[in-house]
């Protein structure tokens, strides 16, 4: 069974400071992994995936699969980070579902 | 390039009612995938259409949800009759190429219908 865990519902964060969204999941084959994210008053969308190996609006995120893990990392917050964080995962079988975390929200304050 | 369109935004209606919602996914999108978000939770997959085929609909509750994709274009989604428990938003999402053992590709998504069941 294919499964994402993401502990933290809401992470709150001063603007400067580091900022770590945690992501775990459970899957026996080899796994794609991505973060989605919602702006408020905006559409779900990719903002980065594991495969890509790239930093977008200075988030990375790095696949441990010793620990299961994909957390997503950016060295200093900014007040626009504000937004809705979904960890997904997509199995090497089947047909591209998408299994998704229940999301953590971020807050950045000034 | 136009996104993922849904329509209705909100719709509310009583229990044992029913309800349809739309989707129109982005041009020359093959894949097409519905999703249930209770609040709280992360988005569920419902059903995936590749073109018109049914691919997973493996939690879809099937005695009382329905889709279907004509012409492998326009989607819609009913729901008859609803629970109080399908309170939710339903999301629409498309992707560009068929399913080929590749990577996955990136899910588009619409704006969402916000359902509410008294």
């Known amino acids: 069974a294919q499964r994402v865990t993401q502990p933290e519902k809401l992470l709150s964060v001063f603007k400067g400071a580091p900022v770590e969204l945690k992501c775990n999941y459970s899957?026996?084959?080899?796994?794609?992994l991505f973060w989605y994210v919602q702006y408020s008053r905006q559409r779900l969308q990719l903002l980065l995936r594991h495969i890509s190996r790239e930093s977008i609006k200075g988030f990375t995120a790095d696949l441990n699969k010793g620990e299961t893990s994909f957390h997503l990392k950016k060295p200093f917050a900014q007040e626009e980070d504000s937004a809705m964080y979904y960890c997904?995962?997509?199995?090497?079988?089947?047909?591209?579902?998408?299994?998704f975390g229940t999301g953590t929200r971020l807050l950045v304050s000034p | 390039e136009a996104g993922v369109a849904q329509s209705p935004r909100y719709k509310i209606i009583e229990k044992r009612q029913s309800v349809a919602f739309w989707c129109n996914p982005i041009s020359g999108h093959a894949t097409l995938y519905w999703y249930q978000q209770i609040l709280g939770q992360g988005p569920k997959l419902l059903i995936q259409f590749q073109n018109n085929g049914v691919v997973d609909d493996s939690q879809l509750p099937k005695d009382r949800f329905s889709a279907e994709r004509l012409k492998g274009v326009d989607s819609t989604l009913k729901i008859q009759p609803a629970k109080l428990e399908d309170s939710a938003v339903y999301l629409c999402a498309s992707s560009p190429t068929p399913f080929s053992g590749g990577s996955t590709d990136t899910q588009y998504f619409g704006p969402g219908t916000r359902l509410t069941v008294l």
């Open positions: 997904a995962l997509s199995g090497d079988t089947g047909f591209q579902k998408l299994v």
């Open positions: 899957y026996s084959g080899s796994p794609e």
